[in-house]
């Protein structure tokens, strides 16, 4: 608890300096997060710490008073991954095209697709949200000759992850980081003093090898992922 309190300790006092050179509604409204708070594991998945964290923490720690928005920085969505067989697809006298278009009025909407080349990613906002794969594949994309053309025909279904964009670690772990944006109006010091009195509700949901920690974006290592 000592620990805890020293480290939200120093966070205010750099905050109450940063607030210092505040002007106004127009700096402020650059909507940078103020603070951070760094979600990791040592046996979830970060696709696992990206769900947890868009489930269970991002709307708790935006109904903090001051706190305009809740970013994700770092996280991995959910993703149904087709890859396609161009030469059985040309077999039936069919294009890729055709089979994606069948493909997507018949499956439940994608937060995003996303292609490249034979793989097409259907990414989704959370786990729930992600259709079954054996369903998916059995969905009928086309009538050759009469007969119906099941997608598992010319393509393959996997669940999966989104391409990564961008990995963030903090103190040499992998993590994936809520940034907490105040509201133009907001003081700096007071959206923190929230954060400190809300992160002991927090700590009880965590599942099993979770952890959570406050911090600024200048302890956060950010590098784009190749």
Do not use: C
Not at 115 to 132: A, C
């Amino acid at each position: 608890m000592g620990y805890f309190n020293r480290r939200f300790t120093i966070l205010l006092f750099w905050a109450f300096f940063a607030a210092l050179g505040t002007a106004g509604p127009s700096q402020a409204r650059a909507a940078s997060p103020v603070v951070y708070v760094a979600l990791w594991s040592d046996v979830a998945t970060v696709l696992e710490l990206s769900d947890f964290a868009d489930r269970q923490l991002r709307g708790r720690l935006q109904s903090l008073v001051g706190v305009a928005e809740v970013t994700l920085l770092g996280e991995r969505r959910p993703a149904l991954l087709v890859r396609f067989d161009p030469q059985r697809i040309a077999a039936y006298g069919l294009r890729q095209q055709d089979v994606e278009e069948a493909l997507s009025r018949q499956s439940p909407k994608a937060s995003s697709i996303r292609r490249e080349n034979d793989l097409v990613e259907f990414v989704y906002s959370s786990l729930d949200q992600v259709p079954p794969q054996e369903k998916i594949s059995q969905i009928t994309v086309a009538h050759p000759q009469g007969h119906p053309l099941r997608l598992l025909d010319v393509a393959v279904v996997e669940l999966g992850a989104e391409k990564e964009k961008t990995i963030v670690t903090y103190q040499g772990k992998r993590v994936v980081a809520l940034g907490l944006v105040k509201k133009w109006w907001a003081n700096t010091p007071a959206v923190l003093l929230g954060l400190r009195e809300t992160m002991p509700t927090l700590r009880p949901l965590l599942p099993p090898g979770m952890s959570i920690e406050a911090t600024f974006g200048s302890y956060l290592k950010i590098e784009n992922a190749d």
